[in-house]
């Protein structure tokens, strides 16, 4: 069995000192990895239930730190464990953006870094961000692709539904080749049930391995 730590990203233990901390904790009891959230926005009334308990948003989330940013300091403080995102909101960045970020974590922590992409619950942080909250399934469908093809090119291009990018040579690579393990769940039925033929029984998890 391997077990891992969630970084203290969010909350009053969001802070330099609680990171290292936490590294230094995992470094020595033997843990395997070490894991970030992702929020944009912790309004005071969201615009959507909290996906469990009682539904209120954890008040945590009013103080929420970059979680690529709490990985890339964590990687330059643990030099053994894996560095894992649960879950990185996928659709925020533009997927080139995305490619670019994830691929120099990889590189700077060595490659232990584990990609794991959702698609969140709060239709605020969309907003925020400019991001259309409605088809967001096939939108991370699509962002997904433009990792593989990223991770996997020379020179790469894309021409999709959704995004448009021009040629460029990519010599920037991930440590761990192709690229890294990188999973993602869609999270609202509807879009499950967009993509699955109107059944949201249809709803896997798309993972990619790259061991």
């Known amino acids: ?110 490659g232990r870094l584990i990609v794991g992409l959702g698609l969140g619950w709060m239709p605020d942080e969309y907003t925020a961000v400019s991001v259309p909250w409605k088809g967001r399934g096939a939108r991370l469908d699509e962002t997904l692709d433009v990792l593989e093809e990223y991770w996997a090119s020379d020179v790469f291009s894309h021409e999709g539904p959704l995004f448009t990018i021009p040629e460029t040579v990519v010599g920037l690579k991930p440590r761990r080749r192709p690229g890294p393990p990188c999973c993602s769940r869609r999270s609202h039925p509807a879009d499950c049930a967009a993509s699955a033929g109107g059944s949201a029984a249809g709803c896997p998890w798309r993972c990619r391995s790259r061991t």
């Open 1 to 110: 069995m391997r077990l891992g730590l969630a970084l203290p990203t969010f909350g009053s233990a969001a802070r330099p000192e609680g990171i290292l901390r936490v590294c230094r904790t995992a470094e020595d009891m033997g843990y395997d990895s070490l894991w970030t959230g992702d929020r944009v926005l912790a309004p005071p009334v969201p615009g959507a239930s909290y996906s469990s308990g009682d539904g209120e948003m954890p008040r945590a989330y009013e103080n929420h730190m970059d979680p690529l940013v709490a990985l890339t300091f964590a990687a330059s403080h643990a030099t053994r464990v894996q560095l894992g995102t649960s879950t990185l909101n996928g659709l925020w960045l533009p997927p080139i953006m995305l490619a670019r970020a994830l691929t120099t974590l990889d590189l700077l922590s060595q």
